[in-house]
């Protein structure tokens, strides 16, 4: 019932400060759960949202910020009822990502192809800045175990097989972008210039 009063509540108290409500009426169905849409949709995933089943939600709505934050640490409700079914469990964790474990990948599976990626792009005689760069090394440092150039690799992976897809550009100089003005105002041929992939 606490859900379905909050939905009807005027645009003015939501803008007022009441944060609760704005999580329910603006933030998840404009943002949260709009992405978590797309995203599992893309891949054929169907989500759940079990935290925002009516009665969960509408119990989440009386809670006042006191119940919610103790000792600095936020979700007590939660935490209780996790230390009752998982007594053992460490839940002082700080928040990780979910993040894509591109070294890992690159130092192994992705070996083969990041090495053809290397090779190709020198062959192309990219433009002298990005040449200069000794992907060699960069290379050389990540099988070794480091991870630092992970996302530069990636990146180049990333470029290469996307001028080798159809449509892709064979020709460096007919593509490089032109030198813009300084104030970052492009010209007018510029401007009235289609796109290009």
């Known amino acids: 019932m606490a859900v379905a009063a909050a939905m009807e509540a005027t645009h003015e108290s939501v803008c007022a400060g009441d944060f609760g409500l704005r999580i329910f009426m603006v933030i998840c169905p ?29 119990y989440a709505m009386h809670l006042q910020s006191g119940d919610l934050i103790a000792n600095g640490r936020g979700k007590q409700p939660l935490r209780r009822l996790l230390a009752r079914l998982l007594p053992d469990a460490d839940f002082t964790q700080p928040k990780t990502g979910f993040g894509v474990p591109i070294a890992s990948l690159l130092r192994n599976e992705l070996l083969d192809l990041l090495d053809s990626s ?80």
């Open 30 to 58: 404009d943002d949260v759960l709009t992405k978590v849409d797309r995203s599992t949709m893309a891949v054929s995933l169907e989500s759940r949202t079990p935290f925002l089943s009516a009665d969960i939600a509408e």
């Open 118 to 197: 290397i090779a190709e792009f020198r062959s192309q005689a990219p433009p002298a800045e990005l040449a200069s760069i000794h992907w060699e090394g960069l290379r050389d440092r990540l099988v070794a175990g480091d991870d630092g150039p992970a996302p530069q690799l990636w990146t180049l992976v990333a470029f290469e097989l996307w001028v080798s897809a159809p449509g892709g550009f064979p020709d460096w100089e007919a593509h490089r972008p032109r030198q813009m003005h300084h104030s970052c105002i492009l010209d007018q041929e510029r401007r009235t210039e289609p796109l290009s992939p």
